[in-house]
């Protein structure tokens, strides 16, 4: 099979440039991330400072009621009219809202916390946008990877990471609509760039073309499912990992610099959702995958399933998410320790592309490394 030196240079330069804007992008967000926690501090300092205010002015306006009260009391000439001076109360004296603006500090102004809340949705504008020029680029990569050598670009480990974050950021670039929820970006993108540095700089293998052990049609079939699934399983197991952060520290008692990181993040509720509807997909899609590798297995080796080390934990790893999906419809289940499940079930798939890959031997071992 003859390879295209110059395709190959050119997905090489796709990979870098995919990476290098994932990491701009993380950067932007990462600031964003913390503009929004000060926006979100801001603003809760300054209701909390408006309603000191309002308690004040109410107590000046109840004092002041009550001078008026023992006056009329006091007063021999009383009349019905100073008797009805016993019925004014502090809501009489309306509240002066632009006084009370005035007396807070320059930065809980409403301006400046509008200011400072309107910076950081621009900033989360920018994320989204580089993260899609960064998925159409790193797709790029995996279409010119694959022209270069003249088949699907899922040969090694470093083709395979390639494949599976690319799919995740997908997902990921699908859920993440909506501005509320962009300030997850940093929690996907950390561990898309940490896998695509890895995958550069210790996994990186040169154009060329594939084992005859893997010159099947099934290589495709088998190989794109499972990445797929693998994908949307990344992105459920970063929701789970948010959830439960956010469920130790509820909104308005973060504490601790823990307290600090889990201050933007949205509602707990909001990203169980997220983790169980990516779960839902990843279930059948991984499970798809493991069939047809059963299938392929039987073709290529006269038996659909022999306990290798690859198949065992691929399926430890669907069972791990068919019990988290089982454990949040079971009453008692639900919350931390469903979500504590997917988690153990994002490690074990992360296991199994690490650990298994490039220290364990078997009839997998096509990452070059073992």
């Given at each position: 099979m003859q390879i295209d030196p110059q395709l190959s240079e050119f997905s090489d330069l796709a990979f870098r440039s995919a990476e290098s804007l994932y990491l701009l992008a993380l950067a932007i967000s990462l600031v964003f991330y913390g503009m929004v926690r000060v926006g979100a501090d801001r603003r809760r300092q300054r209701a909390e400072e408006l309603e000191k205010l309002q308690a004040e002015h109410s107590a000046r306006a109840t004092s002041t009621a009550k001078v008026t009260v023992g006056a009329g009391a006091a007063s021999d000439a009383a009349d019905s009219d100073v008797a009805d001076a016993g019925e004014i109360t502090g809501d009489d004296i309306e509240p002066d809202f632009a006084s009370f603006e005035a007396q807070l500090p320059e930065r809980l102004r409403s301006e400046s916390v509008s200011k400072t809340l309107d910076r950081a949705d621009k900033l989360g504008g920018i994320t989204q946008s580089l993260v899609w020029l960064a998925i159409a680029i790193h797709a790029v990569f995996v279409i010119l990877r694959g022209l270069a050598t003249n088949r699907f670009p899922w040969g090694n480990l470093f083709e395979y990471v390639g494949v599976v974050t690319l799919f995740a950021m997908v997902v990921a670039a699908l859920m993440i609509r909506r501005k509320a929820m962009r300030v997850m970006w940093p929690w996907v993108l950390t561990p898309v760039v940490g896998l695509l540095f890895y995958a550069g700089t210790k996994l990186y293998a040169e154009t060329a073309p594939v084992v005859p052990a893997l010159q099947s049609y099934w290589l495709v079939i088998h190989v794109s499912t499972v990445a797929i699934g693998a994908g949307i399983g990344l992105m459920s197991g970063v929701a789970s990992l948010m959830y439960l952060l956010r469920r130790k520290y509820p909104k308005g008692?973060?504490?601790?610099?823990?307290?600090?990181?889990?201050?933007?993040?949205?509602d707990a509720t909001k990203l169980d959702a997220l983790a169980y509807r990516t779960a839902v997909w990843a279930l059948p899609i991984f499970g798809l995958g493991i069939i047809f590798g059963a299938i392929w297995a039987n073709a290529a080796w006269g038996r659909p399933w022999g306990w290798d080390p690859k198949e065992t934990v691929s399926f430890i790893t669907w069972i791990l998410y068919a019990a988290y999906l089982h454990a949040r419809a079971t009453p008692g289940w639900r919350g931390r320790k469903s979500a504590w499940i997917n988690v153990f079930a994002f490690?074990?798939?992360?296991?199994?592309?690490?650990?298994?890959?490039?220290?364990?031997?078997?009839?997998?071992?096509?990452?070059?490394?073992?």
């Open positions: 008692e973060e504490q601790g610099w823990l307290g600090t990181i889990a201050a933007p993040l949205p490690a074990t798939m992360v296991f199994n592309l690490f650990f298994i890959n490039m220290v364990v031997s078997g009839l997998h071992s096509y990452a070059g490394l073992n």
